[in-house]
């Protein structure tokens, strides 16, 4: 006999499903890991996606729909015994990170996901307007590491369109954190979040004006040079298309 439709039960002698003991880390940003009382849980690759869906939903999802969602190939029917298969198979420790209620599953509300603390982190930076002071207080809180694809090597749907989403929250939150630092006078640091933000997308212009203005206060004007030279290539190669002319004035504004 298979798991039952109403899993998860595992309920004590007093009637209550176990509680999770610790918080639960989750990782999902430059690889998956799941973590339980700092013990790596070995999941296997349709788990993974549960725990990583849920986390990315952030709310209650009916098992219908996380079974449609992650078995979209399949009848409904053998879609939905897979998702129970594949929960009643994980150890009872991973199972404890998701909450059962009313036949919808979430991830228990105390587990640490990276994903979501990128995610305020980027929102400081970016909502903290022309507050200099705040923006460059996020940078020490900002955690480069954060920056990393979600979930590379996946190519599920629902993984390509959160990935796309966050890596634009990540451009504008380097881009904001670049332009305090451009206006406070910090030139090294400017020009390493700008940087940062080009190695993310090498055609965005926004990132090019900071970091050619950064190099120009600086007095590296050849470095300013270089980089519109390369961004003009990148962009002629990649779109046939020319960048705006405000970069050409940018640079006859510095005399050069």
């Known amino acids: 006999m298979g798991p ?51 986390a990315l939903r952030g709310r209650a999802t009916p ?35 998701f909450c059962d209620r009313g036949g919808a599953l979430s ?44 979930l590379p090597g996946w190519n599920d749907d629902w993984v390509l369109v959160d990935r796309e989403r966050l890596r634009q929250l990540q451009l504008h939150a380097l881009e904001s954190l670049a332009n305090a630092l451009l206006r406070r006078g910090e030139m090294a640091e400017a020009i390493d979040a700008a940087s940062r933000s080009l190695s993310m997308e090498p055609l965005r212009e926004s990132a090019v004006r900071v970091l050619v203005s950064a190099h120009i206060t600086s007095g590296n004007v050849s470095e300013a040079h270089r980089v519109v ?13 020319a960048p705006s002319s405000y970069l050409t004035e940018l640079l006859a504004s510095a005399g050069t």
Do not use: K
């Open 63 to 97: 098992r219908a729909v996380l079974a449609e969602r992650l078995w979209p190939d399949r009848p409904e029917a053998r879609a939905r015994a897979n998702l129970r298969a594949t929960i009643w198979r994980m150890p009872l420790t991973s199972r404890l990170v």
């Open 229 to 241: 030279a390369t961004y003009r290539e990148n962009m002629q190669r990649d779109l046939g298309l």
């Open 107 to 150: 991830l228990v509300p105390s587990t640490v996901i990276d994903v979501q603390e990128m995610t305020d982190q980027c929102w400081e930076l970016v909502r903290s307007g022309h507050d200099d002071e705040a923006r460059v207080a996020g940078l020490a809180a900002l955690d480069l590491d954060l920056l990393s694809d979600l």
């Open 4 to 54: 039952p439709d109403d899993w998860p039960s595992d309920a004590g002698s007093d009637g209550h499903a176990p509680q999770l003991s610790s918080v639960a880390h989750l990782h999902l940003l430059g690889h998956f890991s799941l973590l339980v009382d700092d013990s790596i849980q070995l999941l296997t690759p349709a788990a993974a996606r549960i725990v990583a869906f849920l």
